[in-house]
């Protein structure tokens, strides 16, 4: 069985409130779990102690089991000294998109051609004088 830990919604309407959950991969978001390992509460303060509540012991024992995190739950654990989190790096992040590559070559394009047709008639003036 793939185990996953991640959060599980609660809360009403625009009031989130997420637990820290061990569950089947297979699984939906809300549905069945394993075990509850914490809380998070998006709403308080980032430097709010009851932001993010994790049971570190039983987290490190789902982690040797085979559980794996999703990216806001090991960033959390991260954060909690019970896993490190791998760097993830995308330098293709911020490169625009071919489409985007063609526009702003077409834009350079006209630009030259724009500089090219004011310089010839004041060189052609100049040389008729």
């Known amino acids: 069985m793939a185990l996953s830990i991640r959060?599980?919604?609660g809360g009403s309407k625009k009031r989130p409130y997420y637990r820290?959950?061990?569950?089947d991969a297979r699984s939906p978001?809300?549905?069945?779990?394993i075990?509850?390992?914490?809380n998070y509460?998006?709403?308080?303060?980032?430097?709010?102690?009851?932001?993010?509540q994790l049971d570190g012991e039983r987290a490190k024992h789902w982690l040797s089991v085979?559980?794996?995190?999703?990216?806001?739950?090991?960033?959390?654990?991260?954060?909690?000294?019970?896993r490190?989190?791998?760097?993830?790096?995308?330098?293709?992040?911020g490169e625009p998109g071919e489409k985007a590559k063609e526009r702003a070559e077409e834009r350079a394009e006209k630009q030259r051609a724009a500089e090219e047709a004011a310089a010839t008639p004041a060189t052609e003036e100049a040389a008729a004088e």
């Not at 075990?35 to 914490?38: F, L, R, S, T």
């Not at 509460?41 to 993010?52: C, E, F, G, H, Y």
């Open 20 to 23: 820290i959950v061990v569950a």
């Open 41 to 52: 509460n998006p709403l308080l303060a980032k430097d709010s102690d009851q932001r993010v």
């Open 84 to 93: 490190e989190r791998a760097e993830r790096s995308n330098p293709k992040k």
């Open 29 to 33: 978001r809300d549905g069945k779990f």
């Open 7 to 9: 959060l599980s919604r």
């Open 35 to 38: 075990e509850k390992i914490g």
């Open 66 to 82: 085979g559980a794996q995190p999703t990216d806001r739950v090991a960033r959390f654990l991260d954060a909690a000294g019970v």
